[in-house]
T-cell receptor, first 114, second 112 residues
Framework: AQSVTQPDIHITVSEGASLELRCNYS??????LFWYVQSPGQGLQLLLK??????LVQGIKGFEAEFKRSQSSFNLRKPSVHWSDAAEYFC????????????FGKGTLLTVNP | EPEVTQTPSHQVTQMGQEVILRCVPI?????FYWYRQILGQKVEFLVS????????KSEIFDDQFSVERPDGSNFTLKIRSTKLEDSAMYFC??????????FGSGTRLTVV
């Protein structure tokens, strides 16, 4: 069975600083990988996804993520954080094909200081 | 833009009551998934539904839960006798082929 680990429960950065959120997965085959963002009391917004091909994936809101098979990682990055990026971020892994079952990590809460 | 609409957005119910959460896809979808997120915790898979039957369910999805597609359009999650621990956000995922992984806006269920 697949699993996801997000090592950082809470990260605080200053506005304008760069950001990297870590995600490690466990899955025997080539995974489908996702990052979602959730503001308090809100739903899950898909930031980006990786299925195959180029290992550097661009998403919405200026986010990108890089798939590194050798490290079983899919870290999320943003070069300059905005105050509106404060939210909870979830990494997820899927098996792909016609199976849309996802396994989520526990999330990383991002706080942005002015 | 979400591929599905979930209703209600928020429901408060008394412990022991039955609740029905609805997921309305925009077009003729075949795959339906329910996920749950207890406050402050991660999102967890509950059940998947394809071709009018359950294709997979998690250990969370016990006999208190059921799913159906009563009218060929709406997809419902029923909790027969709610418990306090059922309080959570419930999300529907209903991709139409391709690679749709956009969740519905969710239903916040509060059991009192």
């Amino acid at each position: 069975a697949q699993s996801v680990t997000q090592p950082d429960i809470h990260i605080t950065v200053s506005e304008g600083a760069s950001l990297e959120l870590r995600c490690n997965y466990s899955y025997g085959a080539t995974p489908y990988l996702f990052w979602y963002v959730q503001s308090p009391g809100q739903g899950l917004q898909l930031l980006l996804k990786y299925f195959s091909g180029d290992t550097l994936v661009q998403g919405i809101k200026g986010f990108e993520a890089e798939f590194k098979r050798s490290q079983s990682s899919f870290n999320l990055r943003k070069p300059s954080v905005h105050w509106s990026d404060a939210a909870e971020y979830f990494c997820a892994v899927g098996v792909g094909g016609s199976n849309y079952k996802l396994t989520f990590g526990k999330g990383t809460l991002l706080t942005v200081n002015p | 833009e979400p591929e599905v609409t979930q209703t209600p957005s928020h429901q408060v119910t008394q412990m022991g009551q039955e609740v029905i959460l609805r997921c309305v896809p925009i077009s003729n979808h075949l795959y339906f998934y329910w996920y749950r997120q207890i406050l402050g915790q991660k999102v967890e898979f509950l059940v998947s539904f394809y071709n009018n039957e359950i294709s997979e369910k998690s250990e969370i999805f016990d006999d208190q839960f059921s799913v159906e597609r009563p009218d060929g359009s709406n997809f419902t999650l029923k909790i027969r006798s709610t418990k306090l621990e059922d309080s959570a956000m419930y999300f529907c995922l209903s991709p139409k082929g391709g690679r749709g992984y956009t969740f519905g806006s969710g239903t916040r269920l509060t059991v009192v």
